[in-house]
T-cell receptor, first 112, second 114 residues
Framework: DTGVSQDPRHKITKRGQNVTFRCDPI?????LYWYRQTLGQGPEFLTYFQNEAQLEKSRLLSDRFSAERPKGSFSTLEIQRTEQGDSAMYLC??????????FGQGTRLTVV | AQKITQTQPGMFVQEKEAVTLDCTYD???????LFWYKQPSSGEMIFLIYQGSYDEQNATEGRYSLNFQKARKSANLVISASQLGDSAMYFCAMREEGAQKLVFGQGTRLTINP
């Protein structure tokens, strides 16, 4: 499978714990995006990487959130001290330049 | 500011009928792209079709076509000969030129009845 891969698919965590999600983009894609989708809403942009550089961050990305793409390939999104409001689907997408963004299957986070 | 509006929370259609999903957008840019994605219950966002603001012809991809009316700022998705597997959430999205992010609407849940 050469599409965007996200791991894990589901994560249940207790409030206050840290969680980390991984995204493996399509191999030749230099751009990588993270979005968050809450129930009944469309995805909302969180952050964007071009190669290893994080070039844009949404105001939604509070200081408890951090994203990295250390070698310009896979990316991680970490949430520290999770809150119930962090419960959502976290979607990763990648594109070749400004082309169409292709999405992964998402990581569904539940904070209890 | 960019905004996408999808006014149909849910649509119910008989199998084999055509269906139109509405999307209007707001932007002050002259150059932008419009996208439609399908999201089945599995969660993955599946790209369906793209229309550039300067494209003179409506985009088509198999059973999907985009009815682009620039003056009205609408980009409706038309699915012909609907199938049971078309049942899913459908999202309209826009990206302005030079911007990296997609801005999504709230989606329309399409249900195809046998």
């Amino acid at each position: 499978d050469t599409g965007v891969s996200q791991d894990p698919r589901h994560k249940i965590t207790k409030r206050g714990q840290n969680v980390t999600f991984r995204c493996d983009p399509i191999s030749e894609h230099n751009r990588l995006y993270w979005y968050r989708q809450t129930l009944g809403q469309g995805p909302e942009f969180l952050t964007y990487f071009q190669n290893e550089a994080q070039l844009e961050k949404s105001r939604l990305l509070s200081d408890r959130f951090s994203a990295e793409r250390p070698k310009g390939s896979f990316s991680t999104l970490e949430i520290q001290r999770t809150e119930q409001g962090d419960s959502a689907m976290y979607l990763c997408a990648s594109s070749l330049g400004p082309g169409v963004a292709f999405f992964g299957q998402g990581t569904r986070l539940t904070v209890v | 500011a960019q905004k996408i509006t999808q006014t149909q929370p849910g649509m119910f259609v008989q199998e084999k009928e055509a269906v139109t999903l509405d999307c209007t957008y707001d932007t002050s840019d002259q150059s932008y792209g419009l996208f439609w994605y399908k999201q089945p219950s599995s969660g993955e966002m599946i790209f369906l079709i793209y229309q550039g603001s300067y494209d003179e012809q409506n985009a088509t991809e198999g059973r999907y076509s985009l009815n682009f009316q620039k003056a009205r700022k609408s980009a409706n998705l038309v699915i012909s000969a609907s199938q049971l597997g078309d049942s899913a959430m459908y999202f309209c999205a826009m990206r302005e030129e030079g911007a990296q992010k997609l801005v999504f609407g709230q989606g329309t849940r399409l249900t195809i009845n046998p």
